[in-house]
């Protein structure tokens, strides 16, 4: 690595100091999975790093109008076995359990997850489902962003200079509603998903039609995809066999892989018709 100077500051004020006096030279540092890995293969030379672990009011899990409130510092571990989000947004729970191995969710954090932007990675997907965003602050204010806005390009967000992810916001799953997530894994268990699809889909009162349905998809594209077209080709309709073939076939076209070990782009393209069409059958099932 590249020397640098490394600072672990009380409060999100001096936080926010250094930033300022950094710049671009700076990086924020929570669990360290990603960022460190990048300082060693020099990809990234930061001259001051960050670190975020001393503040506390950047963790915890609360209780948030029936929905929740998680820390950008929770690990994902501390998610995973929540019993609070388990009751409250289980699949998120179970997404988490598929992220790395459990020495790696033992550290990272969530709101690194997000603040990294790897398209790859298993969180973001069940999050945009699930109608979450992120709550990010800077010196001046503090907004929030859905999670299907976050993400502008490959490994690029809406964060401005000086901002911090300091929370996500996951509101409650609407009455009905089901929901669940799929990861494709042709390798080994800890690996990216050639394809990974989230779903929460709310039948109406009958139980036959599609109230709502959001649906998302990670390893598809340069960010997290919100299919938002196959959404459209589903709600309203009856929850057909026929008709979620149909809205996962949709799915298909508003993706845009690449192709690399885990499968070439035309192979990632039909998967993901494969998952989403799964992933609604198993969230209907719920």
């Not at 907004?143 to 996500?168: H, K």
């Not at 080994?188 to 699809?197: E, G, H, L, Q």
């Not at 077209?229 to 008709?243: F, K, P, S, V, W």
Request: charged content about 25%.
């Amino acid at each position: 690595m590249n020397s640098f100077d490394y600072f672990a500051p009380d409060s999100l004020s001096e936080v926010f100091d250094l930033l300022s006096r950094y710049g671009d030279d700076a990086k924020l540092i929570a669990g360290g999975t990603a960022l460190v890995i990048l300082m060693r293969q020099n990809l990234v030379r930061p001259s001051a790093v960050v670190s975020l672990r001393r503040l506390r009011e950047l963790g915890g899990i609360e209780s948030e109008n029936g929905g929740l409130r998680i820390g950008a510092l929770a690990t994902h571990r501390e998610i995973e076995v929540a019993p609070l989000v388990a009751e409250r947004a289980r699949v998120l729970s179970e997404t988490i359990r598929h992220v790395a191995t459990i020495r790696i969710r033992n550290v990272g954090t969530l709101g690194g997850n997000l603040a990294h932007a790897d398209p790859n990675q298993d969180p973001p997907a069940t999050l945009i489902a699930l109608g979450a965003s992120v709550e990010l602050a800077s010196a001046q204010s503090t907004r929030r962003v859905p999670v299907d806005e976050f993400f502008t390009d490959y490994y690029e967000t809406a964060l401005q200079p000086g901002e911090v992810v300091t929370a996500i916001h996951v509101p409650g799953l609407p009455p009905r509603a089901g929901a669940a997530f799929s990861k494709f894994l042709p390798r080994t268990a800890d690996d990216y998903a050639t394809v990974s699809a989230a779903v929460v889909v709310t039948p109406d009162e009958s139980g036959q039609k599609c109230q709502d349905v959001r649906i998302a998809l990670g390893s598809a594209g340069s960010t997290p995809i919100r299919a938002r077209q196959a959404e459209d080709a589903l709600r309203g309709q009856d929850l057909t066999d026929a008709n979620l073939r149909q809205a996962a076939a949709v799915a298909k076209t508003e993706v845009d892989p690449i192709s690399d070990i885990r499968g070439s782009a035309e192979y990632k393209r039909d998967m993901a018709e494969v998952w989403v069409r799964r992933t609604l059958e198993r969230a209907l099932a719920r």
